[in-house]
T-cell receptor, first 115, second 113 residues
Framework: GAVVSQHPSRVICKSGTSVKIECRSL??????MFWYRQFPKQSLMLMAT?????????EQGVEKDKFLINHASLTLSTLTVTSAHPEDSSFYIC???????????FGSGTRLTVV | GNSVTQMEGPVTLSEEAFLTINCTYT??????LFWYVQYPGEGLQLLLK?????DKGSNKGFEATYRKETTSFHLEKGSVQVSDSAVYFC????????????FGKGNQVVVIP
């Protein structure tokens, strides 16, 4: 079945630094990738939608200059949290949509802690 | 817009008990409906799905039927195990719209031995 690899699974960084999270579709071409943020005991909040080769579409309230999304190929999307602050600490999850089968496959998530 | 409503609160039950988690939706068009499961510290795994009215999705003993007349997609399992303890999310997507998934708030299920 479709597999999405998300890396790293955990990262701790200092305030003011940037962190990059990768999301790869391993056995299918992901026409669309989604980035979510999840707070403890809460549902997933969609941050942005990205299509390969075009700019990401951000949800209302999500700072595009802070959360940089790149979707340069059909198998890779990256989320960079720039100038991270403690309030950016969260669980980030990516999802890829298979253009052939229209299914959604999720990565295993990244626990970001900003100290 | 599209939205999903799940019953409030965690669900705690004993092993081998019957599980029901309610899910209702509001959508334009003809959405596909999904149940995802999330184990602690992990991403979401697709549990089952249904793409049209009256379809029944099933997997690992779980079932849900797409009921257009009641706009519902309730999740059921006849006999739960401790390993079923997880958070369950109901979701919908309108494949002819913006392709995004709309999630319910999720239900924590705790199965006690």
């Amino acid at each position: 079945g479709a597999v999405v690899s998300q890396h790293p699974s955990r990262v701790i960084c200092k305030s003011g630094t940037s962190v990059k999270i990768e999301c790869r579709s391993l056995d299918f071409q992901a026409t669309t990738m989604f980035w979510y943020r999840q707070f403890p005991k809460q549902s997933l909040m969609l941050m942005a939608t990205s299509n390969e080769g075009s700019k990401a579409t951000y949800e209302q309230g999500v700072e595009k200059d802070k959360f940089l999304i790149n979707h340069a190929s059909l198998t890779l999307s990256t989320l960079t949290v720039t100038s991270a602050h403690p309030e950016d600490s969260s669980f980030y999850i990516c999802s890829a949509r298979d253009g052939q089968n229209y299914g959604y496959t999720f990565g295993s998530g990244t626990r970001l802690t900003v100290v | 817009g599209n939205s999903v409503t799940q019953m409030e609160g965690p669900v705690t039950l004993s092993e081998e008990a019957f599980l029901t988690i309610n899910c209702t939706y509001t959508a334009t068009g003809y959405p596909s409906l999904f149940w995802y499961v999330q184990y602690p510290g992990e991403g979401l795994q697709l549990l089952l799905k249904a793409t049209k009215a009256d379809d029944k999705g099933s997997n690992k003993g779980f079932e849900a039927t797409y009921r257009k007349e009641t706009t519902s997609f309730h999740l059921e399992k006849g006999s739960v195990q401790v390993s079923d303890s997880a958070v369950y999310f109901c979701a919908l997507s309108d494949l002819y719209g913006n392709n995004r998934l709309a999630f319910g708030k999720g239900n924590q299920v705790v199965v006690i031995p």
